[in-house]
């Protein structure tokens, strides 16, 4: 062959063998990058459905839900035995704070799992009062909490309390 044609040939040669490399590493760069994608996102995310637990009885409501492993409780106001007890704010809110912690008990959290409570009270009067027991019955370090003073709570209680638990 002469000069000229092994210098096309080699050109050639060269040029296809430069095209392949790049397309070559285009792909291999485009698979490293597909492949890189989820390996960066470490993060594990699991969804737990809810779990309904107990009921309101005659109401239309569960006694609590738990998702993973937090525990959302119903409101709670001061019966017992399918009464309001006697005695006022105080007496109401150890009764719902003792069904609160009978519910956590029954689906095996305690008090020390709790993390945020709401409470309603029908007289913000009473909110020194309401907090005495509160303080009593719970331990350092204490849940989050919001308070609101309301109008009218159900069978006519003074407070009532909503908490969350979580482990």
């Known amino acids: 062959m002469s000069k000229i044609t092994h210098k096309k040939l080699a050109h050639k040669l ?6 392949a490399l790049l397309i070559g590493a285009c792909s291999l760069g485009l698979a490293m990058t597909a492949n890189a994608a989820p390996a960066a996102n470490t993060a594990t995310i699991t969804k737990s459905s809810p779990v309904f637990l107990g009921d309101g009885g005659n109401y239309p409501f569960s006694e609590a839900v738990r998702v993973g492993d937090t525990l959302y409780m119903s409101g709670q106001i001061g019966f017992k035995d399918g009464k309001l007890v006697k005695g006022g704010v105080k007496a ?4 719902a704070l003792d069904n609160i912690n009978e519910t956590l008990l029954k689906h095996g959290y305690q008090k020390t ?3 945020k409570c709401m409470a309603m009270l029908t007289d913000m009067d009473d909110f020194d009062d309401f907090n ?8 350092k370090p204490y849940p989050v909490r919001s308070a609101f003073g309301v109008a009218e709570l159900a069978a006519g209680a003074s407070v009532e309390v909503e908490c969350t638990a979580a482990k």
């Open 132 to 139: 005495k027991v509160y303080k009593a019955e719970l331990a």
């Open 14 to 19: 060269s040029s296809n063998l430069s095209k």
């Open 92 to 95: 109401e809110t150890k009764q």
């Open 113 to 115: 799992d709790i993390v």
